[in-house]
C-alpha cells in the first residue's frame, strides 16, 4: 500500500510561516520525483513546487518563489515544503504526490504527470 501523509498546516496571520510534512509509506521515497500542489475553494488546483528523484532539483512557481522551499529527506522517507510570508492568496489545501519509480533530473508542475497522492492538509491565511 502506497500512503502519502501530509502535515503541519492550520490557521496563520498573513506574513507567518509554516512547514509542511509528507510522509510516504509503501514506497522507497529516493526512487520518486515529489511535488506540492494546492487548491483553494472554487479554483483549480495548481503545482507550487517540485524536486526531482536525481540531483534534487526544485523548481517553484512565480507566485511563491522566493517563499517557498521544498526539501527530502530520503533516509526519513519524508518530504517539506517551508513557506514563508504567507499571503492571504496562499490559503488553500495542499498536497504532496510522487511520480515514480523513475531516475530523472527535472520535474514537471502539471498534476496529471504524478502517480499517487497524499489527502492534503489546510492552510488558512487570516488577519
Known amino acids: 500500500q502506497v500512503q502519502l501523509v501530509e502535515s503541519g498546516g492550520g490557521l496563520v496571520q498573513p506574513g507567518g510561516s509554516l512547514r509542511l510534512s509528507c510522509e510516504a509509506s509503501?514506497?522507497?521515497?529516493?526512487?520518486?520525483?515529489i511535488g506540492w500542489f494546492r487548491q483553494a475553494p472554487g479554483n483549480e488546483r495548481e503545482g507550487v513546487s517540485c524536486i526531482s528523484s536525481s540531483d534534487g532539483n526544485t523548481y517553484y512557481a512565480d507566485s511563491v518563489k522566493g517563499r517557498f522551499a521544498i526539501s527530502r529527506r530520503n533516509a526519513k522517507n519524508t518530504a517539506f515544503l517551508q513557506i514563508n510570508n504567507l499571503k492571504l492568496e496562499d490559503t488553500g489545501v495542499y498536497h504532496c504526490?510522487?511520480?515514480?519509480?523513475?531516475?530523472?533530473?527535472?520535474?514537471?508542475?502539471?498534476?496529471?504527470?504524478?502517480?499517487?497522492w497524499g489527502r492534503g492538509t489546510q492552510i488558512t491565511v487570516s488577519p
Open positions: 504526490a510522487v511520480r515514480g519509480p523513475s531516475w530523472t533530473t527535472t520535474c514537471l508542475l502539471d498534476e496529471g504527470w504524478y502517480d499517487y
Open positions: 509503501g514506497l522507497s521515497l529516493g526512487y520518486y520525483t
